[in-house]
């Protein structure tokens, strides 16, 4: 390998092992400002101790998360500091903007939660986590909107081999992060379900609190089955945006290799991608034209086509991602996305009128489907940015370009090992961490104001 390939990997892995993390801490915010704000409302003691059950393992959730994330800033300027004298005058006004204005308002408001419990007037408490939860989702479109500017650039101009920033609200209002955001928000709130229905479900498995984890198990239900419509409709209209802006990745998603009017979508193909041609192709009639063009007999450009005009626009060379991996990370994707929903659906169905499941397998397809959320999420990222090679930002800079001149194989290659390891013990601690808590359960509560020992740990 050399320095390109290795500094993709290591950027890679530590992108994909960090987003692990933000879909969680984004879902689990507003579920625990939701139950926060139940039990204002109705002093309940269960929604309290829900409230701080589910809030230790969010607080563990959100300090890895921070501690993961913070290498992928300093892999800017010793990996790819090319692209961050290239794009940094644009990239990094969002990036900028996310750290003093979105990252401090969650971690400000995020302490005061944590030590406020009993000193803060309840209200005010609870506006805590509220505001919190607000900057959580805040930092979550100044990021995506940076990395929407690498998929659709605006608001810039080249100048003295750099873009610059032309108009920063341009950059803010980009078509891209518009469809975006919502599509990445309801796959938190999906991913947060899932976790916390998997979670109370091994508590209903195991007879503990059974009546409180009901509760929870219900609302993430609701939560995830929601989000899962969300997800589609928002995914909807990411594809039709993608279509015009990047058709490439479209067609390579599809394995759609010349340019087809009515087209169906494909569910399962094996492709020649030498000779461009599928041996097999498993079709579900006129879906990949309703897909991305909203109409039944709508034209989807095809990878031979697109490659053509794109040689024609950008000089010669390779326009095409890697077929394979960009059309079975979507297949999986959008696989694993439904199961998660028709498990919420399921599982809304068994616990209708205050009925739980009989049967165990129903609160073991529970627990194992936490993982399914993560794995769409992942897959996402995945085809999102390797769908768009060879481009690091589409049709103004590519990656071979972009990586650090003076990078050399050794230091890359020690530093990707390296941060491997870390990021596996990281993960250990994470797990032992969460089990620890999950099996402790929610604390008892003989006075609802006496909250500060739930939250220390």
Known sequence: MDVLDLSRWQFGITTVYHFLF??????????????Q???????????????????RLFLINFAMGVVTGIVQEFQFGM???????????????????EGLMAFFLESTFLGLWIFGWDKLPPRLHLATIWLAAIGTNISAYFI?????????????????????????????????????FPHVIFGAFLTAAAFVLGISAWFLLKKRDTALFRTSARLAMVVAF?????????????????????????????ALWEDESSAGFSLFAVGDVENGRNHINLQIPYGLSLL???????KVAGINDIQARYQELYGPGDYRPVVGLAYWSFRLMIGFGALSALLAAAGLWLSRRGRLPAGRWAYRLAIAGIGLPFLANSLGWIFTEMGRQPWTVFGIMRTAAAVSPTADVP??????????????????IEVRLLLKFIRIGPHEQAEPEASVPALSY
Do not use: C
């Open 22 to 35: 933000v879909p969680l801490t984004i879902g689990l915010s507003i579920i625990v400002a939701g139950l």
């Open 37 to 55: 704000t139940a039990w204002h409302r109705t002093k309940k003691p269960e929604y309290l101790r829900l409230t701080k059950f589910w809030g």
């Open 292 to 298: 991305s063009t909203n109409t039944l007999d709508g």
């Open 411 to 428: 230091s890359v290659a020690i530093t990707l090992v390296g941060f491997t390891l870390v990021y596996a013990v990281l993960a250990v």
């Open 79 to 97: 990996n790819w500091s090319a692209y961050s004298r290239f794009v940094g005058d644009v990239f990094g006004a969002p990036l900028a903007m």
């Open 144 to 180: 995506l909107a940076a990395n929407s500017w690498m998929q659709h650039p605006v608001g810039y101009r080249i100048n003295h081999g750099r873009a610059e920033l032309t108009d920063i609200w341009a950059v803010l209002t980009n078509s891209t992060t518009l469809v975006t």
């Open 226 to 254: 929601v989000s899962a419509v969300g997800v589609s409709f928002s995914g909807h209209w990411q594809a039709q945006i993608m279509t015009e802006q990047q058709p490439m990745k479209m067609a390579a998603a599809e």
